[in-house]
């Protein structure tokens, strides 16, 4: 059961208790980490350990380079006959280079998987989980989100888990200037009605300020009319992709009133729609913004770091669910997992790739990539330690998000095709006013009929 108001509304102390514990296997940052310890009564096996040195060569797009090189430095010291080889790429890069090493002569041991749109296309080529995971030992799958693992599952065409999940990002969420609000004596709107209320207040007494600015591209609108329908229909865009709902189904044609209502109020301004790429996240890094409705991959801004090495006016930063639109309705984001760790049929060195994908996804090298906030880590008990955010905001803000982001409901990956070649325009066409809900449910499965 989704229980967000637990999650956002829980006690500092508790939070404090939850999120200052790292990952079983003990601190980073260039100090040996134990591997996990199987909990009682499990089967082990004792680890296959290599007969030589072995240098593993690792390939990735995701998480950033820096990230990942803090958990292999404290993974090569724990395990000193094996070095790791990474090189990261671009992820539009990534997804074609990937697929032409794996038929090539590219000997790779592990390898980063995009797992809702990269999975079928080199599943083929790389080693069911199930032949290599007990080569580590102890039950370390099962230590990480089940929604997590059947979702990686459900990204292969036969249903069996070919890489191991690493993180998972969501949206859409609201961060926003917790200097700004405070000084408005405002608190972090939990509802549309709300949100409304400050936006006015805003206009009023700040006119030099925006009080909520976003993407108008239509993947980013795409988040957020889905966002607002997971929050009374956790599954509809699961649902309508499957083809087990209608569009024009009465579950769509309340979201896109509801997804309408919010420019219709002027709860979200419509010039805000001209907005591209990074401009709407520049704006509010520079003060010149209240409110940022963007997905979790913005949460770097939370930490401590971030402000050291960017510069931005923004003292500081919170986080939050998007505020619910209708009556009875829950906060929620559709999630998706970004990275999946998986072994190559052609690794030679199985056994060592299997205790580096453990370190990484299950064990103490999660600590150390996790830090840089671009994904929620799958590990279940994982909880950020408290000295990565800049602000109690922040942390606070971010323990919510990573529950609702582990709650499960929808996959957060259109179809590109149709986004692209209806769906966009039309999500697009309700916020700027110039159709209504049901005429755009109607065209929607009109052009979803035609394309199938």
């Known amino acids: 059961m989704r229980d967000t108001a637990r999650a956002f509304a829980m006690t500092t102390a508790a939070l404090a208790l939850g999120l200052t514990a790292c990952s079983a296997g003990g601190p980073v940052d260039g100090r040996p980490v134990a591997q996990s310890v199987p909990k009682a009564g499990e089967k082990t096996k004792k680890p296959e350990k290599p007969a030589g040195p072995v240098t593993l060569k690792y390939w990735t797009f995701s998480p950033p380079e820096a990230a990942l090189k803090r958990a292999i430095t404290a993974f090569e010291q724990a395990n000193p006959g094996i070095e790791v080889e990474l090189r990261t790429f671009a992820e539009a890069d990534y997804r074609k280079r990937l697929p032409k090493a794996l038929d090539g002569d590219e000997a790779l041991d592990v390898v980063g998987v995009q797992v809702p749109t990269m999975t079928r296309a080199v599943a083929d080529r790389l080693r069911p989980v199930d032949d290599w995971k007990d080569k580590v030992s102890g039950g370390w799958v099962e230590e990480l989100d089940e929604s997590a693992v059947e979702q990686t599952k459900k990204a292969a065409k036969n249903g069996k888990l070919y890489s191991v999940p690493m993180g998972s990002s969501g949206g859409a969420v609201m961060y926003y200037n917790a200097n700004l609000l405070s000084e408005l004596g405002e608190s972090f709107p939990e509802t549309a009605a709300d949100l409304e209320s400050v936006v006015m207040r805003v206009k009023k007494e700040i006119p030099g300020l925006r009080p909520v600015v976003f993407s108008g591209e239509p993947r980013r609108q795409e988040e957020l009319l889905f966002t607002v329908a997971s929050q009374t229909q956790p599954t509809l865009s699961d649902d309508l992709l499957a083809g087990d709902k209608p569009w024009n189904g009465p579950e769509m044609v309340?979201?896109?009133?509801?997804?309408?209502?919010?420019?219709?109020?002027?709860?979200?301004?419509?010039?805000?729609?001209?907005?591209?790429?990074?401009?709407?996240?520049?704006?509010?890094?520079?003060?010149?913004?209240?409110?940022?409705?963007?997905?979790?991959?913005?949460?770097?801004?939370?930490?401590?770091?971030?402000?050291?090495?960017?510069?931005?006016?923004?003292?500081?930063?919170?986080?939050?669910?998007?505020?619910?639109?209708?009556?009875?309705?829950?906060?929620?984001?559709r999630s998706a997992v970004e990275v999946g760790l998986a072994v190559p049929r052609s690794s030679k060195h199985v056994a060592e790739a299997a205790t580096l994908i453990e370190f990484l996804t299950a064990g103490g090298g999660v600590s150390g990539w996790a830090r840089d906030l671009t994904m929620v880590p799958s590990r279940e008990d994982f909880r950020m330690d408290s000295s990565v955010f800049a602000t109690p905001e922040g942390k606070d803000g971010y323990a919510a998000v990573q529950e609702l982001i582990r709650d499960g409901g929808s996959v957060n990956v259109p179809d590109e095709v149709f986004l692209e070649r209806a769906e966009g325009d039309t999500i697009l066409d309700v916020a700027h006013g110039r159709t209504t809900a049901k005429k755009a449910a109607d065209h929607l499965q009109k052009e979803w009929s035609r394309g199938q």
């Open 254 to 333: 309340s979201a896109l009133r509801a997804y309408g209502s919010l420019f219709d109020r002027g709860v979200l301004a419509r010039s805000a729609l001209t907005l591209k790429g990074d401009r709407p996240a520049e704006l509010f890094r520079d003060g010149k913004a209240l409110f940022l409705v963007d997905g979790s991959g913005r949460s770097p801004m939370l930490s401590a770091s971030y402000r050291d090495t960017t510069k931005t006016s923004v003292k500081k930063v919170g986080v939050g669910p998007f505020p619910t639109v209708l009556s009875g309705a829950e906060h929620a984001v």
